[in-house]
């Protein structure tokens, strides 16, 4: 059984930041690539950021420029160091799993989510 546990949500303030972080338990982590999705209230979850474990990043547009995503192979763990947030922001934020290189923006892609973690950001 695969788990993912995601850490860092909150209540902050426009302009603030927050850095999300996710623990994995697959042992194949360092070839997995490693997303973070938001699902805004009463809308469809979409995809944030993704990075692969040669490096490559994507990211979507509305966060460029604000959020970074960052790996750290050695501790299982992916993060998302949010930038200059905005009420738009705001969401449940879920980390995902796919065991393949190239970084999808599509849900169905993934093959193991996390429990997903609040972010509210206020105005």
């Known amino acids: 059984q695969v788990q993912l546990l995601e850490s860092g949500g909150g209540l902050v303030q426009a302009g603030g930041s927050l850095r999300l972080s996710c623990t994995t338990s697959r042992r194949t982590f360092s070839r997995d690539t490693m997303s973070w999705f938001r699902q805004p209230p009463g809308k469809e979850r979409e995809f944030v950021a993704g990075?692969?474990?040669?490096?490559?990043?994507l990211y979507a547009d509305s966060v460029k420029g604000r959020f970074t995503i960052s790996r750290d192979n050695a501790k299982n763990t992916v993060y998302l160091q949010m930038n200059s947030l905005k009420p738009e922001d705001t969401a449940v934020y879920y980390c995902?799993?796919?065991?393949?290189?190239?970084?999808?923006?599509?849900?169905?892609?993934?093959?193991?989510w996390g429990q997903g973690t609040q972010v509210t950001v206020s105005s």
């Open positions: 990075m692969n474990w040669i490096g490559d990043e």
């Open positions: 995902a799993v796919r065991p393949r290189m190239d970084i999808s923006r599509v849900v169905n892609d993934y093959d193991y």
